[in-house]
């Protein structure tokens, strides 16, 4: 039995069986590479679910972890420390100016789970109760408790009834312009109709807030066209609904961006982030409007790890780091990199339907034809698993299973890219 084999057959005897692995055991992992229990090394670009966005284990990160345990490890929400207002203060600086106040957590669920208890009280100090929340379909917000429900993939849902399906929870139609009937310019516009539609026909009218990803990632890294993100603007302030932004997959340079809010400009009532803002520690932060926050009571919300002085610490480095180092930069022009390879290869291979992103957030959607688009599962699976044994991790998503996710550390060179996009290449071959 190899040393994996050993590890897996633990896994089935101790762990909960509710994940999709990938087969290898990694024990390290520096910069954009990733090492298995084997000594196999591999090109990350997956970062650990598009998290390890300043590279793997970056010195700069562990020092300033080591630095703070040396000091003080945790004290619970009960106190007062340093990093985590130092964090705060940061959050507030990097995102829009009408976003002011944090509350930090441990993860994107729990941002996006307080993101949502805000919304519930600032309904309730305007005298409405029991509103409704809009999501749109695609989406993917978590997997417990209100963010479960908001995720609208019903694959994830199976066997858990009511739990999934909280009560107001209404899901509005994706601007997803490949899969769209309408023209890729007119998809946004239909879009932001049927948004209309569901307030119009599915709500009372009291709608306590719209949640979405500038760029859904689990659905299958779809962008919407920039008509969508004026459309909805305009409607949410015409309605006064608030609007949230989830950023937890798209933030901290992701995007070619420090925030993807940035492309269009976007300045919603709150926004929620987690992954790449620690660079692979557990955090996660949701901010607010000050007029938002003035409606929290003492006793709202309490998180005992949440800001905790190691996480915060890491963060801040992690943040300043990103900014500091050229990382946006980096990943603006690898991903312009990726997505030439990626559109000259479409060329040439009919499996690939569509190329997508921004940045280092690239979807690659397969089709069994290019001309039915029939979504090529089983195809898709299978290229994961053999660019894996070319030495290249690569995620897998979108509702059909036949997204390729390119979501790279920001750190990766271009001569890792062209040897990425080589591989790719000659798995296409050989599939
Ligand atoms: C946009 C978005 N929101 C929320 C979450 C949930 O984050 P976590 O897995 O940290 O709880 C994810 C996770 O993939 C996500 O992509």
Request: proline content about 4%; charged content about 25%; hydrophobic content about 35%.
């Amino acid at each position: 039995m190899t040393k994996s084999e050993e590890i897996f057959e633990l896994d089935k005897k101790y762990y909960q069986q509710g994940y999709a692995r990938v087969p290898i055991v990694i024990v390290e992992g520096k910069g954009a590479i990733l090492k298995d229990i084997e000594g196999n090394e591999y090109i990350d670009c997956f970062a650990g679910i598009a998290t390890t966005n300043a590279g793997h284990s970056p010195d700069i990160l562990v020092e300033a972890g080591i630095q703070q345990m040396k000091k003080l490890f945790h004290v619970s929400g009960r106190f007062f420390t340093i990093p985590q207002i130092e964090l705060a203060q940061k959050l507030s600086e990097i995102t829009p100016e009408n976003l002011t106040k944090t509350f930090l957590c441990n993860s994107g669920t729990e941002a996006v789970e307080n993101a949502v208890k805000l919304t519930k009280k600032y309904a309730y100090s305007k005298g409405h109760t029991g509103g409704a929340l809009i999501s749109l379909e695609c989406a993917f917000h978590g997997r417990l408790g209100y963010s479960f429900s908001l995720t609208a993939n019903a694959s994830y849902k199976k066997g858990f009834g009511s739990y999934s399906n909280a009560p107001g929870v209404k899901h509005a139609p994706v601007p997803y312009s490949y899969r769209s009937k309408d023209s890729e310019d007119d998809c946004g516009d239909v879009a932001a109709n049927r948004l209309e539609e569901v307030i119009d026909r599915h709500t009372s009218g009291d709608v306590e807030a719209f949640i979405m990803e500038p760029i859904l990632g689990e659905g299958g890294i779809i962008v919407p066209p920039d008509s969508y993100f004026t459309q909805i603007v305009r409607i949410l302030k015409k309605r006064e609904i608030p609007f949230i932004l989830d950023e937890v997959q798209t933030g901290f340079g992701r995007t070619g961006k420090l925030l993807a809010s940035e492309h269009w400009g976007l300045k919603p009532d709150i926004m929620t982030m987690a992954k790449g803002m620690g660079g692979g520690i557990p955090i996660g932060a949701c901010i607010c409007t000050d007029e938002i926050a003035s409606k929290i009571e003492s006793g709202d919300f309490f998180s005992t790890y949440g800001g905790n002085p190691v996480t915060s610490a890491i963060s801040l480095a992690n943040i300043e780091y990103i900014q500091n180092s050229g990382l946006v930069e980096n990943s603006a022009k690898i991903g312009a990199v990726f997505m030439d390879g990626l559109e000259d290869m479409q060329k040439e291979r009919n499996l690939i339907g569509d190329v997508r992103g921004k940045g280092l957030m690239i979807g690659i959607e397969l089709v069994k034809d290019q001309r039915s688009k029939e979504p090529a599962k089983e195809e898709t699976k299978r290229f994961v698993d053999h660019l894996k044994n070319e030495g290249v991790i690569i995620g897998l998503g979108g509702i059909f299973k036949n997204v390729l996710r390119l979501q790279p550390p920001l750190v990766i060179s271009e001569e890792q890219a062209k040897d990425v996009i080589e591989k790719m290449d000659k798995v296409f071959v050989g599939l």
